[in-house]
């Protein structure tokens, strides 16, 4: 999901494409094993081995990326969830958004900051998978939730739109609000961010 404003280059955004592909293949080589894949301990391996290689992919994605950890509260303060956020700060990071991103596990997520509170528009440009969209106030207040699928075999997302007012707007994976029980009027908490550039795209 992209921010629908803003004509970056997609040069920068292609080859950051290939790095993250290549970077997705050597992040999850097979491991060989000889346990009886019958037997107890060769379940257990298994496992390890897939939590191991889902913790590869997601230690892989965003490295370009400053990242913070968003909780998501009640306002009573009690914990819904929380994901390792990848921060969009510039116009150049909310154009990409998720586009270049080929998979999001489900500890994680991007977090779009703005400077000000505003109706916004984002869309499913070039996107791989589904989302959720969280829209939140200055406070980190939520406003608006929005459960985004991801596109067609014959679409590119453009026509995929999905409004919104805030200052902050997280996504995560797909259902992962409902899954939590999130609802609009829930907090985000982060540390404080201040945005990288002005706000020419949105």
Do not use: K
């Not at 969009?88 to 991103?101: F, I, N, Q, V």
């Not at 596990?105 to 109706?119: D, I, K, Q, T």
């Not at 207040?141 to 995929?160: C, K, M, N, R, S």
């Amino acid at each position: 999901m992209t921010d629908s404003r803003g004509t970056p280059s997609r040069n920068s955004s292609s080859s950051r494409r290939q790095w993250l592909r290549t970077v997705g293949i050597a992040g999850t080589l097979p491991v060989a094993g000889c346990l009886d894949p019958t037997t107890e301990a060769g379940s257990a391996g298994r496992d390890a081995d897939r939590s191991a290689d889902a913790d590869r992919s997601a230690d892989a994605i965003h490295r370009e990326y400053d990242t913070r950890e968003v909780r998501v509260e009640t306002p009573d303060g009690e914990m819904r969830g929380s994901v390792t956020a990848a921060i969009a700060d510039t116009p150049e990071l909310r154009y990409t958004g998720l586009s270049d991103t080929e998979s999001l596990p489900e500890s994680r997520g991007m977090l779009f900051v703005y400077e000000s509170v505003e109706n916004r528009t984002f869309v499913m440009r070039e996107m791989a998978f589904g989302i959720d969209i969280v829209y939140a106030d200055a406070a980190g207040v939520i406003t608006e939730i929005h459960h985004a699928p991801a596109p067609g075999p014959d679409e590119d997302g453009e026509e995929l739109r999905y409004h919104g007012r805030g200052q902050y707007v997280l996504e995560v994976g797909y259902r992962w609000t409902a899954d939590r029980g999130v609802v609009s009027g829930d907090i985000l908490r982060f540390d404080p961010i201040v945005p990288g550039a002005d706000e020419s795209d949105g």
